[in-house]
C-alpha cells in the first residue's frame, strides 16, 4: 500500500505542478499586463497562494481515497509531502529552466518595470512628493537587483529551507487529512451466526 501512496503521489505532484506553473504564468501577464496596485497584490496571491492550496487539498483527498479510504499519519505525511516536492521540482523546472530561459528571458525586467509603474502611479494619485517616490523607487529596484544576483549559497540554502517548509505543510495536512480505520468493524462478517 505504500508503495501505491508513492506512485500516486509522483503522479498527484506531477498534475499540481503543472497546475502551479500555468497559475503562475497567468498571475506573471496580470502584473504586467495592469497598473492597479489592488490587481498587482491579490491576483498573484489569489493565484499563487489560495488556488493552490484548495488544488493540493483535493489532490490529497484524492491521494487518500486511491489509498482505500484509509491512512495512518505516517502515510498521509509520505504521500503528501511526495507530492509536494514532486510539484515545487516540476513548477521549478518548467518555470526557471524552460520558460525563463526560451520563452519570456526577459520576465523579471518586466516584473520590475511592472511594479514600479503601478506602485509610482498609486503614490501620485495619493498626493506623495516626489522625493518619497524616487525614495521607493530606488528601494524597488535594488530588491529587484538582489534577486537577479543570487549565488550558489543562497540558492541552495533557499532550496533546503523550501524543502522544510514542504515537510511541515505536508505534515499540517497530513494531521488534517489522516484517517484511521475503524478499530473494530460494526458489520458482523460471520454467515453462521
Avoid: C, H
Avoid at 495619493?126 to 524597488?140: C, F, H, P, R
Amino acid at each position: 500500500m505504500d508503495k501505491d501512496i508513492r506512485k500516486n503521489a509522483l503522479y498527484s505532484g506531477l498534475a499540481l505542478g503543472a497546475v502551479m506553473f500555468v497559475l503562475g504564468l497567468v498571475a506573471f501577464y496580470v502584473i504586467i499586463a495592469t497598473t492597479s496596485i489592488w490587481v498587482m497584490s491579490l491576483v498573484p496571491m489569489l493565484l499563487s497562494v489560495i488556488v493552490p492550496v484548495l488544488v493540493a487539498i483535493v489532490m490529497s483527498l484524492d491521494l487518500r481515497k486511491k489509498a482505500g479510504g484509509y491512512w495512518s499519519l505516517k502515510q498521509a505525511t509520505t504521500g503528501i509531502f511526495i507530492m509536494f516536492i514532486i510539484a515545487y521540482a516540476a513548477n521549478t523546472i518548467a518555470r526557471d529552466m524552460i520558460f525563463v530561459k526560451l520563452v519570456e528571458p526577459e520576465m523579471l525586467q518586466k516584473t520590475e518595470n511592472a511594479v514600479i509603474n503601478s506602485t509610482t502611479a498609486m503614490m501620485q494619485k495619493s498626493g506623495v512628493e516626489q522625493t518619497a517616490i524616487d525614495s521607493k523607487t530606488n528601494d524597488l529596484r535594488k530588491r529587484f537587483e538582489e534577486q537577479k544576483n543570487v549565488s550558489v549559497g543562497k540558492t541552495l540554502m533557499g532550496i533546503g529551507t523550501t524543502i522544510i517548509l514542504i515537510f511541515v505543510v505536508a505534515l499540517i495536512f497530513a494531521a488534517f487529512l489522516k484517517k484511521e480505520p475503524p478499530l473494530f468493524d460494526t458489520v458482523d462478517t460471520d454467515p453462521t451466526t
